[in-house]
Nanobody, 124 residues
Framework: QVQPVESGGGSVQAGGSLRLSCTAS????????VAWFRRAPGQGREGIAR????????SYADSVKGRFTISQDNAEMTVYLQMNSLRPEDTGRYYC?????????????????WGQGTQVTVSS
């Protein structure tokens, strides 16, 4: 069973960058896919980036396309989310989710394993 663990959150000014990391007690890369979700205050979970390890495909929500990049490091057994040009509306708690099957959905119910999240705060 994969138990994701997120790190790398923090506070940053608008226009700044952060890099989130997702690891697991088991190798996170042993899952079929990993996705990043976020929850802004008072809102539901929003899927923002996902990667399928089998074919290497990635997908991004329109809200982050061109600013965020999901990547993997096989040696570090880590999935990263590089976040550039951050905006105040990117503020929220960011979660790493994994599944044993390839994922092609932004529906959070499609992911079996979740981390506890890491907080990102972007000030204007």
């Amino acid at each position: 069973q994969v138990q994701p663990v997120e790190s790398g959150g923090g506070s940053v000014q608008a226009g700044g960058s952060l890099r989130l990391s997702c690891t697991a007690s088991e190798n996170i890369l042993s899952s079929a896919c990993v996705a990043w979700f976020r929850r802004a205050p008072g809102q539901g979970r929003e899927g923002i980036a996902r990667m399928n390890f089998g074919d290497g495909t990635t997908s991004y929500a329109d809200s982050v396309k061109g600013r965020f990049t999901i990547s993997q490091d096989n040696a570090e057994m880590t999935v990263y989310l590089q976040m550039n040009s951050l905006r105040p509306e990117d503020t929220g708690r960011y979660y790493c989710a994994a599944d044993t099957q390839a994922c092609y959905t932004w529906n959070f119910r499609g992911y079996d394993y979740w981390g506890q999240g890491t907080q990102v705060t972007v000030s204007s």
